[in-house]
């Protein structure tokens, strides 16, 4: 690395950078394992958007070649202990559950709840999935 490094904010719990799929566009809104999801690109660019959570929201930055700027601000019940943003889903992990928002409309959905002993872990996998850690003993 040729760079000292830039810090973008503090106290943050967890972040995620941007992934997106090379599928042809649509209008759905059905969840990232759906066929016919939307990537979500509001700036269509090679450099990198993030998405960072603080204690009480997430913060998405966008990269104009520069410098990170923010592009939204969402509020967030708690801070996040792991995060994805794939196409236009943010999938978010809570201590207790798993929610889901669409950049579109902005809704939360919760995805499941999580047993008090599992702690939340994402990951992206091919063909537009998420992998989510359960509930342990199902």
Do not use: M
Request: net charge negative.
């Amino acid at each position: 690395l040729e760079s000292c490094g830039h810090t973008l904010c503090r106290g943050v719990s967890s972040f995620a950078v941007h992934t997106e799929a090379p599928k042809a566009a649509s209008t759905s809104t059905h969840p990232p394992a759906a066929v016919d999801a939307v990537p979500y690109n509001p700036h269509p660019s090679p450099t990198p958007d993030i998405v960072v959570s603080l204690r009480k929201k997430l913060v998405l930055y966008h990269h104009n070649g520069v410098d990170f700027t923010v592009s939204q601000e969402l509020s967030s019940p708690e801070a996040a202990l792991c995060l994805a943003w794939h196409q236009q889903w943010l999938c978010i992990g809570y201590r207790r559950e798993y929610s889901l928002i669409h950049l579109g409309d902005l809704q939360a959905r919760e995805i499941f709840t999580l047993d008090v002993r599992s702690s939340p872990r994402i990951a992206t996998l091919p063909d537009d999935e998420l992998l989510l850690a359960g509930q342990e003993g199902l």
